[in-house]
């Protein structure tokens, strides 16, 4: 079974940092692109950064600065250390990957079952 599973996000005060880390795990050839999203209550779903295989990296002007993606490739694992965290990054965080499987060509989506980050003022 193929799964994204996200660990890391609790409750911090503003000014702190929070890691977050996700793996993928089942009968995967390869990762492409890996990401982060996050979704506050009545809002849309939005990207965070994501990060290619050779660690091209890409992010939100709300992340630019204070967030960093990182990867692992070995590990099948995707990092985001936040830092400086403000109230408005209150959210839950997701995991994003396109996997690709050694017996159906393509790429496909997966995303993580969300972690949830808290920041209080």
């Known amino acids: 079974q193929v799964q994204l599973v996200e660990s890391g996000g609790g409750l911090v005060q503003a000014g702190g940092s929070l890691t977050l880390s996700c793996a993928a795990s089942g009968s995967i050839s390869s990762i492409n692109g890996m990401g982060w999203y996050r979704q506050a209550p009545g809002k849309q779903r939005e990207l965070v950064a994501k990060i290619t295989p050779g660690g091209y990296t890409n992010y939100a002007d709300s992340a630019k600065g204070r967030f960093t993606i990182s990867r692992d490739n070995a590990k099948s694992t995707v990092y985001l250390q936040m830092n400086s965290l403000k109230p408005e990054d209150t959210a839950v965080y997701y995991c994003?990957?396109?996997?690709?499987?050694?017996?159906?060509?393509?790429?496909?989506?997966?995303w993580g079952q969300g972690t949830q980050g808290t920041v209080s003022s």
């Open positions: 994003n990957a396109d996997l690709i499987f050694p017996v159906v060509t393509g790429v496909y989506e997966y």
